[in-house]
């Protein structure tokens, strides 16, 4: 038995010099395409097709929803009670309900006079306000700033609070949970919650406060985010055109249809009875903020989505950071989906076509479809299929269908139509990374419930580039700047394309190619800004 070598178990045909590799590799792969490769790549075609016509009726049913709300429905403040506040002049201030303002932060050096600024410049009496700075920093001297800051405003008589913890169990929903501990918050009515990067208009409560007061029902009002920092680099820019569709169509129809929609964390106020009966903040999963949201829904709140009430904040400019944002965003609904979907089918308090809408629409196809499709089909299963002859996949499950749903998802920022064919790639880009973050939620892996504060950079880069007496030193890290599975999918698909080039029959070298090039760019680092080092 000792003499039994490994070329025992391979056939004469396969053994040869090293000049016959290429032959082997061929006739192995001639010996295993058709009884295996060609039947497990027809059922991904088939199961990638089904995920497809699912992303596309709900792009469709969305689209035909907006419509309908734009030309027939009432505005918020004509379908809900709503009466602008007033003073009264007798009463005084007592008219006005006690506000509480959060604003969570960790080591926010760039961001946190902005935040707690804009906090207290809002247009509400001040001593109906109570605002919390909930300072999670491990920076010692960032904490005293931060504390030199709100005593600063505390010194104009606002009603200003530093609070900070030991430790930093259950990150953001544990800071937001110990504020509403506080003996002084059992006044408060409504808790409003701005993230460090977050700018409330004055008017905000103005607006926002009539809508709880008057309907009972009604457990939070949400705002559309806008951001300061859209123009700063074609990352930004993608960024933007993602949450504009988020945030035009899908909040506005959850708003409209069902008076539900996931919470985004900041710029929104809640009803403090709501959260209490809800079961309060819950750090087991990273969106803390749609887990509270989808518990008190199932109790029969309603949520109110106010598109033309903006709050200004900031995108991530870096690519690290985008990436850890979007791990977070990918991960935690997943996780969350696991952990909820039979608590919401057993629910006796809302009808049945809400809980259709937040299982499969909501969470299901918005949360887990549509990063799958994107990644396997357009990333994995259509370049397969180039070197299988056997596979021909439809042109409307290739081309038309996937033209149509982009151009659906298009129409929240008309001003970036022209960046369309690059954002698709792009989001190709990032499908990769939120379906490994989906699958380490469903399955509740390593690293599901990583949190990971997004980084902000407010004006510091613009302060720092004023300077041009000084010398910029860049940090390169190779484990931040090269990514080596970008690169990969790189060398992947420009074989591909390669391959289609000389034996194709459909022309997908083309899309091939600029994926290609995406996929490099990524790789390599060269998106996003570079931030000199300090």
Same mark, same amino acid.
């Given at each position: 038995?000792?003499?039994?070598?490994?070329?025992?178990?391979?056939?004469?045909?396969?053994?040869?010099?090293?000049?016959?590799?290429?032959?082997?590799?061929?006739?192995?792969?001639?010996?295993?395409?058709?009884?295996?490769?060609?039947?497990?790549?027809?059922?991904?075609?088939?199961?990638?097709?089904?995920?497809?016509?699912?992303?596309?009726?709900?792009?469709?049913?969305?689209?035909?929803?907006?419509? %309908?709300?734009?030309?027939?429905?009432?505005?918020?403040?004509?379908?809900?009670?709503?009466?602008?506040?007033?003073?009264?002049?007798?009463?005084?201030?007592?008219?006005?309900?006690?506000?509480?303002?959060?604003?969570?932060?960790?080591?926010?050096?760039?961001?946190?006079?902005?935040?707690?600024?804009?906090?207290?410049?809002?247009?509400?009496?001040?001593?109906?306000?109570?605002?919390?700075?909930?300072?999670?920093?491990?920076?010692?001297?960032?904490?005293?700033?931060?504390?030199?800051?709100?005593?600063?405003?505390?010194?104009?008589?606002?009603?200003?609070?530093?609070?900070?913890?030991?430790?930093?169990?259950?990150?953001?929903?544990?800071?937001?949970?110990?504020?509403?501990?506080?003996?002084?918050?059992?006044?408060?009515?409504?808790?409003?919650?701005?993230?460090?990067?977050?700018?409330?208009?004055?008017?905000?409560?103005?607006?926002?406060?009539?809508?709880?007061?008057?309907?009972?029902?009604?457990?939070?009002?949400?705002?559309?985010?806008?951001?300061?920092?859209?123009?700063?680099?074609?990352?930004?820019?993608?960024?933007?055109?993602?949450?504009?569709?988020?945030?035009?169509?899908?909040?506005?129809?959850?708003?409209?249809?069902?008076?539900?929609?996931?919470?985004?964390?900041?710029?929104?106020?809640?009803?403090?009875?709501?959260?209490?009966?809800?079961?309060?903040?819950?750090?087991?999963?990273?969106?803390? #903020?749609?887990?509270?949201?989808?518990?008190?829904?199932?109790?029969?709140?309603?949520?109110?989505?106010?598109?033309?009430?903006?709050?200004?904040?900031?995108?991530?400019?870096?690519?690290?950071? !985008?990436?850890?944002?979007?791990?977070?965003?990918?991960?935690?609904?997943?996780?969350?989906?696991?952990?909820?979907?039979?608590?919401?089918?057993?629910?006796?308090?809302?009808?049945?076509?809400?809980?259709?809408?937040?299982?499969?629409?909501?969470?299901?196809?918005?949360?887990?479809?549509?990063?799958?499709?994107?990644?396997?089909?357009?990333?994995?299963?259509?370049?397969?299929?180039?070197?299988?002859?056997?596979?021909?996949?439809?042109?409307?499950?290739?081309?038309?269908?996937?033209?149509?749903?982009?151009?659906?998802?298009?129409?929240?920022?008309?001003?970036?139509?022209?960046? %369309?064919?690059?954002?698709?790639?792009?989001?190709?880009?990032?499908? !990769?990374?939120?379906?490994?973050?989906?699958?380490?939620?469903?399955?509740?892996?390593?690293?599901?419930?990583?949190?990971?504060?997004?980084?902000?950079?407010?004006?510091?880069?613009?302060?720092?580039?004023?300077?041009?007496?000084?010398?910029?030193?860049?940090?390169?890290?190779?484990?931040?700047?090269?990514?080596?599975?970008?690169?990969?999918?790189?060398?992947?698909?420009?074989?591909?394309?390669?391959? #289609?080039?000389?034996?194709?029959?459909?022309?997908?070298?083309?899309?091939?190619?600029?994926?290609?090039?995406?996929?490099?760019?990524?790789?390599?680092?060269?998106?996003?800004?570079?931030?000199?080092?300090?």
């Amino acid at each position: 038995m000792a003499e039994v070598s490994a070329n025992s178990f391979i056939p004469e045909t396969f053994q040869g010099t090293t000049v016959d590799l290429t032959s082997q590799i061929g006739l192995l792969w001639e010996l295993i395409r058709v009884p295996l490769i060609v039947p497990l790549l027809k059922l991904a075609v088939v199961v990638c097709l089904v995920m497809e016509l699912m992303l596309f009726a709900e792009r469709l049913y969305m689209g035909i929803v907006i419509i %309908l709300v734009k030309l027939f429905w009432q505005k918020p403040e004509k379908r809900y009670n709503w009466e602008p506040m007033k003073e009264d002049l007798e009463a005084g201030s007592s008219t006005f309900p006690l506000v509480l303002i959060q604003i969570p932060m960790f080591n926010e050096r760039e961001v946190y006079k902005i935040s707690i600024g804009a906090a207290c410049n809002l247009s509400w009496p001040a001593d109906r306000l109570v605002i919390q700075v909930l300072d999670d920093s491990t920076d010692p001297i960032i904490k005293e700033m931060v504390e030199k800051e709100c005593k600063r405003w505390a010194a104009k008589g606002l009603n200003i609070t530093y609070q900070i913890r030991e430790t930093r169990g259950g990150y953001k929903a544990g800071a937001l949970k110990e504020g509403l501990k506080r003996d002084y918050v059992k006044e408060c009515e409504y808790v409003a919650i701005f993230d460090a990067d977050f700018r409330p208009e004055p008017d905000f409560l103005r607006r926002s406060i009539p809508f709880l007061m008057h309907n009972s029902q009604i457990a939070l009002v949400q705002a559309r985010w806008r951001f300061v920092n859209s123009d700063e680099c074609l990352m930004t820019r993608m960024q933007e055109m993602s949450l504009d569709y988020h945030f035009t169509v899908e909040q506005e129809v959850g708003s409209a249809t069902h008076a539900f929609f996931g919470f985004n964390g900041t710029g929104g106020i809640w009803r403090i009875a709501a959260i209490n009966e809800a079961g309060g903040w819950k750090d087991r999963t990273t969106v803390e #903020d749609m887990d509270l949201a989808v518990r008190a829904s199932l109790r029969g709140w309603k949520f109110v989505y106010l598109g033309d009430l903006h709050v200004k904040s900031e995108l991530p400019s870096t690519f690290k950071a !985008f990436r850890y944002q979007q791990h977070r965003w990918s991960c935690g609904p997943a996780n969350l989906f696991r952990k909820m979907v039979m608590e919401i089918v057993r629910n006796k308090k809302v009808n049945f076509w809400k809980k259709v809408y937040v299982i499969y629409s909501f969470f299901f196809v918005r949360k887990i479809i549509a990063h799958m499709v994107t990644f396997f089909f357009f990333c994995v299963v259509l370049p397969l299929t180039i070197m299988v002859p056997e596979i021909d996949i439809p042109k409307w499950g290739a081309i038309y269908i996937p033209c149509i749903i982009t151009t659906l998802n298009s129409v929240g920022t008309p001003r970036s139509i022209h960046l %369309l064919f690059y954002w698709i790639l792009f989001e190709n880009v990032m499908s !990769f990374h939120r379906t490994k973050a989906t699958f380490i939620g469903l399955f509740e892996a390593k690293r599901a419930n990583e949190w990971v504060v997004t980084e902000k950079l407010g004006d510091g880069a613009k302060n720092k580039n004023s300077k041009p007496s000084k010398k910029f030193q860049f940090n390169f890290n190779i484990g931040d700047r090269i990514h080596v599975t970008e690169l990969v999918f790189a060398a992947f698909l420009f074989f591909c394309g390669c391959y #289609d080039y000389m034996y194709g029959k459909n022309n997908y070298f083309v899309y091939m190619f600029l994926q290609t090039i995406t996929f490099s760019i990524v790789g390599l680092g060269y998106i996003g800004t570079i931030v000199p080092s300090s």
